[in-house]
């Protein structure tokens, strides 16, 4: 746990949230400041940052959850998708340093949106090389 931290403290239970979902690794509540009602919050129970320093057992637990809520979501608020987003770092947005995603209940024609301008690759070989280079670096 780190001190500070208003995630592990919403994990502690030592600030109130609206908890839907409760296991020994993982918890979802409803984000205060929601693009849809609905939206939610999954977080590791422990305190990890980023994606990048959550521990691989832990995903089975966490692709469980997400998977519940979003049927849950899709059945009780009669949502037609669900967007999952998890934003690792400052560069991506990351707000709070306490790793978790966010289940986001969408409607056709909702009004919620990112603003996503595709990068070109200047040709295909471009792709390809970029590619290969990950596949180079994969751990
Ligand atoms: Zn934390």
Same mark, same amino acid.
């Given at each position: 746990?780190?001190?500070?931290?208003?995630?592990?403290?919403?994990? +502690? #239970? #030592?600030?109130?949230?609206?908890?839907?979902?409760?296991?020994?690794?993982?918890?979802?509540?409803?984000?205060?400041?929601?693009?849809?009602?609905?939206?939610?919050?999954?977080?590791?129970?422990?305190?990890?940052?980023?994606?990048?320093?959550?521990?691989?057992?832990?995903?089975? +637990?966490?692709?469980?959850?997400?998977?519940?809520?979003?049927?849950?979501?899709?059945?009780?608020?009669?949502?037609?998708?669900?967007?999952?987003?998890?934003?690792?770092?400052?560069?991506?947005?990351?707000?709070?340093?306490?790793?978790?995603?966010?289940?986001?209940?969408?409607?056709?024609?909702?009004?919620?949106?990112?603003?996503?301008?595709?990068?070109?690759?200047?040709?295909?070989?471009?792709?390809?090389?970029?590619?290969?280079?990950?596949?180079?670096?994969?751990?």
């Amino acid at each position: 746990m780190s001190e500070s931290c208003l995630f592990c403290e919403i994990a +502690a #239970r #030592r600030i109130a949230a609206s908890v839907v979902y409760e296991d020994d690794a993982v918890m979802a509540f409803l984000d205060i400041n929601p693009l849809a009602l609905g939206h939610m919050l999954l977080i590791t129970k422990m305190h990890y940052e980023t994606l990048l320093e959550v521990p691989k057992q832990a995903f089975s +637990a966490l692709f469980s959850a997400a998977q519940n809520i979003a049927a849950v979501q899709m059945k009780t608020l009669g949502a037609e998708g669900i967007n999952w987003l998890q934003s690792s770092g400052t560069a991506a947005g990351q707000e709070i340093f306490h790793f978790h995603i966010h289940l986001i209940p969408r409607m056709s024609e909702d009004g919620v949106g990112w603003n996503w301008k595709p990068t070109l690759y200047e040709t295909p070989d471009e792709c390809d090389q970029l590619a290969n280079l990950l596949k180079e670096n994969l751990k």
